[in-house]
């Protein structure tokens, strides 16, 4: 009974993989009508997209403004805005720093 299972699962498997791996005809082409409404519908994702972006930049300056609001209040200094690296200042490397990594004194003795 059980080299029966053995059998139908083994077949099942090979039928499943023959499905899977069966080629699908190619797609019929696109009508005009259809390439102008996949324009009209990149056009309105890229519309939301600028949107969703220009909300969440209001969001993050709201934020920023409460919390230097509530800093503000309590008396303690606003740190200056943190942006982040530009790409070229990431890849030259700053004035007076050395483009070599320095060595690790990991065998050094202790200092007393």
Do not use: N, W
């Amino acid at each position: 009974m059980t080299t029966m299972r053995a059998m139908i699962g083994a077949g099942l498997v090979l039928a499943c993989f023959g499905v899977a791996m069966a080629k699908l005809p190619p797609a019929p082409p696109l009508t005009d009508a259809q390439k102008v409404a996949a324009e009209e519908k990149k056009a309105k994702d890229a519309a939301a997209a600028d949107a969703a972006k220009a909300q969440q930049a209001r969001a993050e300056d709201r934020v920023v403004s409460r919390y230097q609001a509530m800093l503000k209040a309590e008396g303690k200094p606003i740190p200056p805005p943190q942006l982040p690296p530009s790409s070229a200042a990431q890849s030259a490397p700053a004035k007076g720093l050395s483009a070599q990594p320095e060595k690790a004194a990991a065998h050094s003795p202790p200092k007393k």
